[in-house]
T-cell receptor, first 112, second 114 residues
Framework: QQQVKQSPQSLIVQKGGISIINCAYENTAFDYFPWYQQFPGKGPALLIAIRPDVSEKKEGRFTISFNKSAKQFSLHIMDSQPGDSATYFCAASIGAGNMLTFGGGTRLMVKP | DGGITQSPKYLFRKEGQNVTLSCEQNLNHDAMYWYRQDPGQGLRLIYYSQIVNDFQKGDIAEGYSVSREKKESFPLTVTSAQKNPTAFYLC?????????????FGSGTRLTVV
């Protein structure tokens, strides 16, 4: 059972454009929603995270938007750069235990 | 520098062999995790451990075994019972399982059956 669904699987964006990746979750007990960035041959690295008590969190060019009623959250990458080309994973967890359930990943390519 | 070290980076297994993947962390983290990554399927949890000498099965534990004899070490054994072991294996850790500090991942081990 896939509890976190991520879309699209792949995304091509021109340099300077906005990259948008969406995730939907099923378990209303989830209370922590991180995004991870993974470059080829490397482990994922935490990019940005949000809790359900806020609707938006911004760090530099990266913004998470969170819609609790729709059980959806998304990552927006503004002014996308070729260096942003990577695979992005959304995830969710319930507080105790901190086990993350990951989405299927989105492979982003930013064309120069 | 603190971090998680996974070794080897590449590993080849013959049919019927058991192999062990190493994961060592010097972050003084309490919890450690093993994930399997296959193309298009995201990360799937194999085993996790929140304290020394204790671990629990994740979603796809069949054919795998782990131990947690030391806080800093969490090796994963891929046994011959695992029918399709070719994948990228990631080890992760976090400071406090209840506080959602986020995971630190190692650089992974790519296992191939030959």
């Amino acid at each position: 059972q896939q509890q976190v669904k991520q879309s699209p699987q792949s995304l091509i964006v021109q340099k300077g454009g906005i990259s948008i990746i969406n995730c939907a979750y099923e378990n209303t007990a989830f209370d922590y929603f991180p995004w991870y960035q993974q470059f080829p041959g490397k482990g994922p690295a935490l990019l940005i995270a949000i809790r359900p008590d806020v609707s938006e969190k911004k760090e530099g060019r990266f913004t998470i938007s969170f819609n609790k009623s729709a059980k959806q959250f998304s990552l927006h990458i503004m002014d996308s750069q070729p260096g942003d080309s990577a695979t992005y994973f959304c995830a969710a967890s319930i507080g105790a235990g901190n086990m993350l359930t990951f989405g299927g990943g989105t492979r982003l390519m930013v064309k120069p | 520098d603190g971090g998680i070290t996974q070794s080897p980076k590449y590993l080849f297994r013959k049919e019927g062999q058991n192999v062990t993947l190493s994961c060592e962390q010097n972050l003084n983290h309490d919890a450690m995790y093993w994930y399997r990554q296959d193309p298009g399927q995201g990360l799937r949890l194999i085993y996790y451990s929140q304290i020394v000498n204790d671990f629990q099965k994740g979603d796809i534990a069949e054919g795998y075994s782990v131990s947690r004899e030391k806080k800093e070490s969490f090796p994963l054994t891929v046994t011959s019972a695992q029918k399709n072991p070719t994948a990228f294996y990631l080890c992760a850790s976090t400071l406090d399982p209840g506080a959602n500090y986020g995971y630190t991942f190692g650089s992974g081990t790519r296992l191939t059956v030959v």
